[in-house]
């Protein structure tokens, strides 16, 4: 069963910086495209990066262009997300998630749906 673990989450001051991570086991790694979403209570769960097998090719929420990037390292079965210039708004329960159907050099999806395997998220909390 795969299963991805994140961890990195906290309560941090807007402006500052947080590193997410999420590992991933029960499968091979690179056999699958990686995304982050979050929520926050009451509304659905939005996209906001993912990246593809080989590492090669990212797509992000217009939300968090040029404030989060993401990374992977196959060698460590990880995907990264690291948040800079925080804000308020960013605050929500992170989740990261394979998505098993996608080509090695394709451009990830950015469709909830199309993710099969979930963890349990992280809470990423903004003070203003």
């Known amino acids: 069963q795969v299963q991805p673990v994140e961890s990195g989450g906290g309560l941090v001051q807007a402006g500052g910086s947080l590193r997410l991570s999420c590992a991933v086991s029960?499968?091979?790694?690179?056999?699958?495209?990686m995304g982050w979403f979050r929520q926050t209570p009451g509304k659905e769960r939005e996209f906001v990066v993912a990246?593809?097998?080989?590492?090669?090719?990212?797509a992000y929420a217009d939300s968090v262009k040029g404030r989060f990037t993401i990374s992977r390292d196959n060698a460590k079965n990880t995907v990264y997300l690291q948040i800079d210039s925080l804000r308020p708004e960013d605050t929500a329960v992170y989740y990261c998630?394979?998505?098993?159907?996608?080509?090695?050099?394709?451009?990830?999806?950015?469709?909830?749906?199309?993710?099969?395997?979930w963890g349990q998220g992280t809470r990423v909390t903004v003070s203003s």
């Open positions: 998630a394979a998505d098993p159907n996608s080509d090695y050099y394709s451009r990830p999806s950015v469709r909830t749906y199309d993710y099969d395997y």
């Open positions: 029960g499968g091979i790694f690179d056999n699958y495209a």
């Open positions: 990246v593809s097998r080989n590492g090669g090719s990212t």
